[in-house]
């Protein structure tokens, strides 16, 4: 165990702890965007800036850092609310529609912007760049079907060339992790639109119901993970209905 | 010929002597790309047609940059026994009466600039010229990284061999590696990349670093504006930095290396692959090098054309096949590099600083600068200065004898005001602050970096808001956008500096700037990010008045910034002869002939190109 201390109150954690949660297991909260425990650390969007003040004084992404024995870290230290703050106030003037944003802003205590309003035909931007669908479409899926594009104040997301992607499997992954809900995804008869990486997805129907529920390029999992065969088989509602019945003709259960 | 054993070594170096000093008439031509730029091309082929039709029997030779970029193109001409001289700023015309003086035995003196005393054959140089190494240009250089710079053809490896080429290497290899480590580590060398981090404790750490394979890597990836020195190096010389890369693969225990060249870089990377592919024929990379045992094969990566990969963790990236973006450090690639090996990536000054240290031993290079930072450094010497050129120091040098006796001072006359170091990236240091020495500590402490060794200097007539403004325009556009504090925060800088100079700002524009940038500094994620608001945290530092002037009296006192001046005729200097009129673009310009014009305030978009046209000094510029 590394053992540290968080606005001077010590506390130990494993080796190889990203700082951040360390600092959460001593109660602190820390705004971020850009963390996912699933994810490797990425350190974008600078929201978690914390000080480290000893052994040397340094203002660090606590996401990226690893703990270190003896680290005394400082969460209210001016620097790193300043830095937290303004981050916040970018993000702010970028993204002003964001729900999310706006909370995490206020509870920083930032309301307003400085940095004025996205151009018009920005001005409902919802995504902040955190990269987390990006990477979640490469870490844990594997599909690697989008990327960010451009670079600078022209970065954003997409599918390459911004035309449908064959890489793509449909999973919905990337609109699971994206944190501000950026990212549009709609089921429309036999078809999920992926509307952000300009794609569509077959779907499959279930064999009971009849209703549209997988995006056929995740046919594969039935060879790949066999245990899986079945969710895929059916859909979710159709599972739980003859489970219920099951559990009943088993009398694991009585209809009141 | 195979290289196997150190008499072959040798054997290629008396070759190498043989075409450096050949016992007929040879003109080496600077064929860098700053020597192409400016008609060497034309030059090259004008000499050889002449030397042709006259039957002049001659070696000509394409070399690399010979350093004096205000002479380009230079000429070196060697006739045995008779002495050497360099030649300057040649064209065609001169080249082709240049051989015919030559058809007569006889070294011209129209045109030459001074004498070379290194002749091979102990001749006495020229006496009505100047020696070379006396011009103030060249008087407090000391050349290690460019040391064979416009000496030797770039790619004949017997050429490089015959200055010492291979020396270095040769006695790595009979050491063990870990002495290969020591020898640099005593040596005091420190990364010239900018960093400054010293070489041989990033070697130690990668060197005991777990896991195999390790890596090299040489980082060629120099983007700064104003900036060539990288470039230089790799087209000028490219085994030194080969042989260096050689050296440290041996002493961390790697067997890959990697040069990632930018692509907008053509005749380097053209260089640098004959060089690898010619080393590889004489067994000087690949297996069993020098009959060691020891192999070591270079790949040659090409740069995509985004500064940020200059970042020694986005070049990583990019060699790896991914976007070029930085990761957060630690972990440093020396324990976590290139494929997640450990590796150690140099700046290609680095490596080729290496080879000669090796050559020539660790006290001596230790003997070279100061204390701390020991050893010599090139830096571009470029902007407003009177002689422009790549330039090779010893650190500790001051700026003043830098841009003052080597530049020359101001061209023209003009009074410097402002030098910026380190590229982009770097600060601008003040006249008043040219005491100071050029070395890591200083040049950070005064606010600005090191660097890579770009170095701009700025005179009266430039606007240090407008500087800021230039280089904040660089950086918006080359960051990654990875990080919010350098995408965000950039763009608003630039932003609020695009208002400072249109006249728009307002003085809480100023405190907004500086919070920014300090922000920027220390939030960023990458090195990049850390150093971009240094030429902003350093104008408002020493500047500070200029913005003052441009926000509350909306004037600038450089006379540069468009929406804030105003240009004029002076009827009692106006001669009526209608240059400006022609010059001006805009047709803003009236005026008969033999009487005083007027300039259209509506339409004249401040260009100035009739107040540098007026040859009568009438335009002047209202702030």
């Known amino acids: 165990m590394i053992e540290l201390t968080v606005n001077g109150n010590p506390i130990a954690v494993p080796e190889g702890t990203p700082l951040l949660e360390a600092v959460r297991a001593a109660g602190v909260e820390l705004p971020t965007l850009c963390y996912h425990e699933g994810l490797a650390p990425y350190g974008a969007c600078r929201l978690c800036m914390v000080l480290v003040a000893s052994p040397h004084r340094e203002l660090v992404a606590s996401c990226v850092y690893p703990v270190e024995e003896g680290l005394a870290v400082e969460t209210d230290a001016p620097e790193a609310v300043t830095a937290r703050r303004l981050a916040l106030e970018f993000l702010l003037s970028r993204c002003p529609q964001s729900a999310v944003i706006r909370e995490l802003a206020a509870g920083e205590g930032v309301t307003a912007s400085r940095f004025g309003a996205p151009p018009p035909e920005k001005a409902d ?75 569509t997805v077959e779907l499959h129907p279930c064999p009971a119901c009849g209703r549209f529920f997988a995006p056929e390029p995740t046919a594969f999992l039935k060879e790949v993970l066999p245990e899986t065969a079945e969710l895929w088989g059916m859909c979710p509602e159709c599972l739980r209905q003859r489970a219920a019945r099951q559990w009943i003709e088993q009398d694991v259960v009585k209809p009141t | ?36 730029a400016t008609g060497a091309d034309g030059v090259y082929h004008a000499l050889r047609d002449e030397a042709a039709a006259r039957g002049l029997d001659l070696a000509l030779v394409a070399v690399g940059c010979i350093g004096y970029c205000q002479q380009e193109p230079l000429v070196d001409v060697r ?31 129209e045109g030459a600039l001074a004498a070379i005393r290194e002749n091979g054959d102990g001749s006495e140089p020229a006496k009505d010229l100047p020696p070379l190494e006396e011009l103030p240009f060249y008087a407090h250089q000391h050349k290690v990284i460019l040391r064979n710079s416009g000496l030797i053809a770039p790619t004949r490896l017997e050429e490089y061999a015959a200055r010492e080429g291979y020396q270095g290497l040769a006695r790595a290899l009979a050491l063990p590696p870990q002495a290969v480590v020591d020898e640099v580590s005593r040596s005091g060398l420190r990364g010239r990349g900018g960093g400054g981090f010293p070489t041989g404790r990033k070697w130690q750490i990668c060197r005991d670093a777990p896991g195999a394979p390790k890596y090299i890597i040489c980082n060629g990836d120099e983007g700064d504006p104003g900036a060539y020195m990288d470039r230089t190096v790799l087209e000028s010389d490219p085994y030194s930095v080969i042989e260096g890369m050689v050296i440290g693969g041996y002493a961390i225990g790697a067997s890959e290396g990697y040069i990632y060249v930018r692509d907008e870089y053509p005749l380097a990377v053209e260089r640098v692959t004959q060089a690898v592919a010619r080393a590889e024929d004489a067994g000087l990379l690949g297996a069993d090098i020098l009959g060691s045992g020891f192999d070591f094969s270079v790949r040659v990566v090409r740069g995509a054309g985004a500064f940020v990969c200059g970042e020694e963790t986005a070049l990583i990236a990019s060699i790896e096949g991914g976007m070029g973006e930085p990761r957060p450090k630690p972990p440093y690639p020396a324990t976590s590099g290139l494929w997640g090996q450990p590796t150690v990536i140099n700046n290609v000054k680095t490596w080729a600083s290496v080879s000669a240290i090796l050559a020539r031993g660790a006290d001596w290079y230790a003997g070279l600068g100061v204390e701390g930072n020991t050893g010599t450094v090139v830096f571009s010497l470029v902007g407003k200065v009177a002689n422009t050129g790549l330039v090779e120091v010893p650190l500790g040098l001051t700026l003043r004898e830098m841009i003052e006796d080597i530049g020359g001072g101001g061209p023209d006359g003009k009074a410097v005001k402002a030098v910026q170091t380190g590229g982009p990236s770097g600060g601008c240091l003040p006249a008043r602050l040219f005491h100071l020495p050029i070395d890591y500590e200083t040049l950070t402490e005064a606010g600005s970096i090191m660097g890579s060794g770009g170095m701009v200097v700025m005179d009266e007539e430039t606007c240090m808001v407008d500087v800021a403004r230039y280089f904040l325009n660089f950086t918006m556009d080359e960051s990654c956008g990875k990080c919010t504090p350098c995408r965000e925060g950039t763009r608003a800088m630039h932003t609020i500096l695009s208002r400072i100079v249109a006249g728009e700002g307002t003085p809480e524009d100023l405190a907004l700037l500086e919070e ?108």
Not at chain 2, 82 to 107: F, K, N, S
Not at chain 2, 557 to 581: H, N, Y
Request: glycine residues 10%.
């Open chain 1, 125 to 199: 931007e919802l995504c902040m760049l955190c990269g987390l669908c990006v990477r979640v479409c490469r870490e844990a899926i594997g599909a690697n079907a989008i990327s960010f594009i451009g670079r600078g104040g022209e970065r954003r997301v997409g599918a390459p060339f911004d035309v449908q992607s064959d890489a793509c499997i449909g999973c919905g992954a990337c609109a699971e992790v994206c944190p501000t809900g950026a990212i549009w995804i709609e089921d429309r008869g036999h078809q999920r639109i992926l509307h952000n990486w300009n794609t």
């Open chain 2, 516 to 623: 920014v940038a300090v922000w920027v500094k220390g939030a960023a994620l990458c090195g990049l990010g850390q150093t971009v608001p240094n030429p902003v945290l350093s104008t408002l530092r020493y500047f500070r008045d200029e913005y003052e002037a441009h926000v509350h009296e909306r004037r600038c006192p450089a006379g540069v910034c468009r929406a804030l001046i105003r240009l004029a005729i002076r009827p009692d200097l106006c001669t009526g002869c209608g240059i400006c009129q022609r010059e001006c673009p805009a047709g803003a310009i009236r005026g008969e002939k033999r009487e005083p014009h007027v300039i259209d305030p509506e339409l004249c978009t401040r260009c100035r190109l009739c107040h540098d046209a007026c040859p009568e000094g009438a335009i002047e510029i209202v702030r």
């Open chain 2, 1 to 36: 010929m195979r290289v196997h054993t150190r008499s072959d070594l040798e054997k290629l170096s008396a070759e190498g002597i043989a075409a450096l000093y050949p016992s007929r008439l040879k003109i080496s031509v600077g064929m860098a790309t700053c020597g192409l």
């Open chain 2, 79 to 109: 006739m045995p026994d008779r002495g050497r001289v360099l030649y300057a700023r040649m064209t065609p015309e001169r080249a082709r009466a240049l051989i015919a003086a030559l058809a007569q035995g006889a070294l011209p003196a």
